[in-house]
């Protein structure tokens, strides 16, 4: 799997746009990005995912690099339910998720 | 539609004895994994299971096994509990691999085993 590099941590303020960075200058052809995110004590739940197009549900965007070797999660209206841990994810599609350290997002009232 | 449910919800048990979770997936999906969550730690994958086959194993040793059962229902077991394996365990499930390749995973709620 190709490794994501991830800021350790960020805040926003509730009701702004919460934009959230990962590097995966390694990424291959067939590789998708993948964003889950934990709430404390409760299981991962996926965000979203993409593979070149930028992608947009209920949730969040993903805006993915020409080149691919970056993305950026957006939450467009930040609330404190989002506070959590995120977690980029590049592979293939049949493989195992691989989690790494993720970047702890804290939304501030 | 449920969720993936697992039990038990909270677990102590004592070094050197034997444990064994247990995870229903979301109906329709034949894919599941589990991981290990340990305090302060990332996840860190242990099995996968499809349609009833063991698909790929994390680093853990030999005392962490499982099984998948034919309604695709799951057990992880734990032999020879160590102090260390007090962890946070999840489950996941998602559609056949052998079909949606780009399947995302749905996590149950876990099971937090305390060993002491």
């Known amino acids: 799997d190709a490794k994501t590099t991830q800021p350790t941590s960020m805040d926003c303020a509730e009701g702004r746009a919460a934009n959230l960075p990962c590097n995966h200058s390694t990424i291959s052809g067939n590789e998708y990005v993948y964003w889950y995110r934990q709430i404390h004590s409760q299981g991962p739940q996926y965000i979203i995912h993409?593979?070149?197009n930028n992608e947009t549900n209920e949730m969040a965007s993903l805006i993915i690099t020409e080149d691919r070797k970056s993305s950026t999660l957006i939450l467009p209206h930040a609330t404190l339910r989002d506070t959590a841990v995120y977690y980029c994810?590049?592979?293939?599609?049949?493989?195992?998720?691989?989690f790494g350290t993720g970047t702890r997002l804290t939304i501030i009232p | 539609e449920a969720g993936v449910t697992q039990s038990p919800t909270h677990l102590i048990k004592t070094r050197g004895q034997q444990v064994t979770l247990r995870c229903s997936p979301i109906?329709?999906?034949?894919?599941v994994y589990w991981y290990q969550q340990a305090l302060g730690l990332g996840l860190q994958f242990l099995l996968w299971y499809d349609e009833g086959e063991e698909r790929n194993r994390g680093n853990f040793p030999p005392r962490f096994s499982g099984r998948q059962f034919p309604n695709y229902s799951s057990e992880l077991n734990v032999n020879a509990l160590e102090l260390e394996d007090s962890a946070l365990y999840l489950c996941a499930s998602s559609p056949s691999q052998t079909s949606h390749v780009k399947g995302e995973q749905f996590f149950g709620p876990g099971t937090r085993l305390t060993v002491l």
């Open positions: 993409g593979l070149k």
């Open positions: 109906s329709g999906h034949t894919s």
């Open positions: 994810i590049v592979r293939r599609g049949n493989e195992k998720l691989t």
